[in-house]
C-alpha cells in the first residue's frame, strides 16, 4: 500500500513539476521563421530644442538680481572704531575765574547734634551735596563707637556726578560709587582708527 502511494505522489510531481520551457531553440514557435523582425519601437527621435537664454529671470519680490561691483573687503581692511568720550558741554561751575570771583555758596545747610547722635546735611551752588545720620552704639562699653550712613556727591569736570553712598559701623567703611549722566555731560561716540 505504501508502495502504491509512492508511485502516485511520483507522478503528480513529474506532471506538475514539467515545465513549459525545456531551454532549447524552437524556430517556429514564436512566428514563422523564428527570425528577430526590428521594429521602430523604443528607437531615439531626436527632437531639435536649443537653450534659449534669458536674461534676469528670478525675481524674488526684490527685483532682478544686480551685481555689486564693491571689492571685497577683508578684515584688514575694514572700518575699525572706538568708543570715546566726547567733551563735556560748557559748565559754569569750572570756567576760568568762577570761585575767584563769585566764591562757593552755600545753598542749603543743616546741623543737628546730640549726645548720642547727629545729622547733617548741606547743598552748594557748584552741585555738591552731602548728608550723614549717625548714632552713638554700645556706648559706656569697651565697643562704642558710632555708626553711620550717609553720601556725599559732586559734579566732576566731565560733566557727570559722581555719587558715592557710604556705610560706616563696626564692619568698617563700605562705599558705593555711582557715575551719573546730567545735562552738562560728554557723550559716548565711535570714533575711526583707521
Given amino acids: 500500500m505504501l ?3 509512492y508511485i502516485i505522489a511520483f507522478c503528480v510531481v513529474a506532471v506538475v513539476g514539467t515545465p513549459d520551457e525545456d531551454g532549447k531553440w524552437h524556430p517556429y514557435k514564436y512566428g514563422n521563421s523564428g527570425k528577430y523582425i526590428p521594429t521602430d519601437e523604443g528607437k531615439y527621435i531626436h527632437i531639435p530644442n536649443p537653450y534659449i537664454h534669458i536674461d534676469n529671470p528670478y525675481n524674488g519680490g526684490f527685483g532682478p538680481y544686480s551685481h555689486d561691483y564693491e571689492p571685497y573687503v577683508s578684515a584688514a581692511t575694514e572700518d575699525r572704531y572706538r568708543l570715546v568720550m566726547t567733551p563735556p558741554k560748557d559748565i559754569p561751575y569750572y570756567k576760568e575765574g568762577y570761585y575767584k570771583n563769585n ?15 547727629y545729622d547733617f546735611n548741606f547743598e552748594t551752588e557748584n552741585k555738591i551735596r552731602a548728608k550723614e545720620n549717625a548714632i552713638l552704639k554700645n556706648p559706656n562699653t ?29 564692619n568698617g567703611f563700605r562705599p558705593k560709587v555711582k557715575r551719573l549722566e546730567t545735562p552738562y555731560s560728554g557723550k559716548w561716540v565711535l570714533e575711526k582708527v583707521n
Fill in 103 to 117: 566764591g562757593i555758596k552755600i545753598i542749603s545747610q543743616k546741623h543737628v547734634y546730640d549726645e548720642d547722635k
Fill in 142 to 170: 569697651i565697643d562704642e563707637g558710632i555708626a553711620s550712613k550717609g553720601f556725599y556727591e559732586y559734579l566732576g569736570p566731565d560733566g557727570f556726578m559722581y555719587r558715592v553712598d557710604y556705610t560706616a559701623d563696626e
Fill in 3 to 5: 508502495s502504491i502511494k
